[in-house]
């Protein structure tokens, strides 16, 4: 990233009266804090903001903390062209889902279109772009942004700026100095870090429980596999979901990945009877995105995902033949 971005960025901004901004969809708490940091600034200054996401129609449970300004709008109620959209934490149009049209339609009616994001993918679909694939999360981007405009970090934007910072960093697994140093300032800006990490990690319904036990109950090592590093693998049926909600289905990967005897772990999510959706994350040697390239996905070397038709055991027999060499890292 070169100072001009950075520059050119906090420019477009302080000119705007009208401001769009969009996460991906599903959003997490990176994409919803980035941009509920923003936009509550923004509005502080005037403006009049907008944050939306292309899919679902409602926040997640865990992040509705973060929109203590009421800032979200449904999808449905983003206008076609704006005169300056914002995309946080979305490496390609695509990544807006059913709001990615909006991206042409304002370039084609004369409006900007910033870019704020730090995957290493970002295919620069904007007029103006923020991305740094060295920062940890998006969030820490727009906190340099908010500093370039001389914005005061009261506590409302900072526990949103702590949502993304700790949990894309993985609880601070992943944190350099710099993470750390920006933590400090959103502490002392009043963000209470327990409770806000518990709201975005630690609580769960009841149901999430039973979901667990019998998700788990059916999980399956292979230690041959993944040539001889090990894969261990379950699936979450559409009878498992009842009473929970996209984030108890997203944790099972999380406790899956801590077997020690596999390298690779895979949860395989029914999201429609024949569909499945992937995740597939690999504890330190092996690129599963390449597997999950094989079949039709993508993303980072760590963790991956993909969506495919067939029953489980087709495409667990399509994982094993790609991991069956595994690209090393
Ligand atoms: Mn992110």
């Known amino acids: 990233m070169g100072s001009d971005d950075l520059l050119g960025a906090a420019e477009l901004l302080r000119r705007a009266t009208d401001v769009t901004i969009l996460a991906h969809?599903?959003?997490?708490?990176?994409?919803?804090?980035?941009?509920?940091?923003?936009?509550?600034?923004?509005?502080?200054?005037?403006?009049?903001?907008?944050?939306?996401?292309?899919?679902?129609?409602?926040?997640?449970?865990?992040?509705?903390?973060?929109?203590?300004?009421?800032?979200?709008?449904?999808?449905?109620?983003?206008?076609?062209?704006?005169?300056?959209?914002?995309?946080?934490?979305?490496?390609?149009?695509?990544?807006?889902?059913?709001?990615a049209d909006r991206v042409a339609a304002t370039i084609a009616c004369?409006?900007?279109?910033?870019?704020?994001?730090?995957?290493?993918?970002?295919?620069?679909?904007?007029?103006?772009?923020?991305?740094?694939?060295?920062?940890?999360?998006?969030v820490v981007l727009v906190a340099r942004l908010l500093d370039e405009l001389g914005v005061e970090l009261d506590e409302r934007i900072a526990r949103c700026l702590y949502a993304g910072l700790v949990m894309d960093t993985s609880m601070f697994r992943r944190a350099t100095p710099d993470t750390h140093r920006l933590a400090a300032r959103l502490l002392e800006a009043g963000v209470d870090a327990d409770a806000l990490t518990r709201q975005l990690a630690g609580?769960?319904?009841?149901?999430?429980?039973?979901?667990?036990?019998?998700?788990?109950?059916?999980?399956?090592?292979?230690?041959?596999?993944?040539?001889?590093?090990?894969?261990?693998?379950?699936?979450?049926?559409?009878a498992d979901m009842a009473g929970v909600g996209v984030e108890e289905v997203e944790s099972v990967v999380d406790i899956l990945r801590t077997t020690i005897e596999a390298e690779v772990a895979v949860v395989l999510k029914e999201v429609a009877p024949g569909r499945w959706s992937g995740s597939l994350r690999a504890a330190r040697?092996?690129?599963?995105?390449?597997?999950?390239?094989?079949?039709?996905?993508?993303?980072?070397?760590?963790?991956?995902?993909?969506?495919?038709?067939?029953?489980?055991?087709?495409?667990?027999?399509?994982?094993?033949?790609?991991?069956?060499?595994?690209?090393?890292?």
């Open 25 to 99: 969809v599903n959003p997490d708490a990176d994409a919803l804090g980035s941009a509920l940091a923003l936009g509550t600034a923004l509005r502080r200054r005037g403006v009049a903001v907008r944050v939306s996401f292309g899919a679902p129609g409602e926040v997640p449970r865990s992040l509705r903390g973060l929109d203590s300004d009421g800032l979200v709008v449904p999808a449905g109620a983003v206008p076609r062209a704006v005169q300056l959209l914002v995309a946080v934490d979305a490496g390609s149009a695509g990544r807006l889902g059913r709001l």
């Open 110 to 138: 004369g409006g900007a279109v910033l870019v704020i994001d730090h995957h290493a993918s970002n295919t620069r679909f904007g007029t103006h772009h923020l991305v740094d694939e060295r920062a940890e999360a998006t």
């Open 203 to 238: 609580s769960h319904p009841f149901a999430w429980s039973r979901m667990l036990s019998a998700v788990l109950g059916r999980a399956q090592l292979e230690p041959d596999a993944v040539a001889g590093l090990g894969l261990v693998h379950t699936e979450v049926r559409l």
């Open 285 to 329: 040697r092996v690129d599963v995105c390449a597997a999950a390239v094989a079949l039709g996905g993508g993303g980072h070397r760590l963790a991956a995902g993909f969506t495919a038709g067939g029953t489980a055991e087709e495409i667990l027999a399509a994982l094993r033949a790609a991991l069956a060499q595994p690209v090393l890292i």
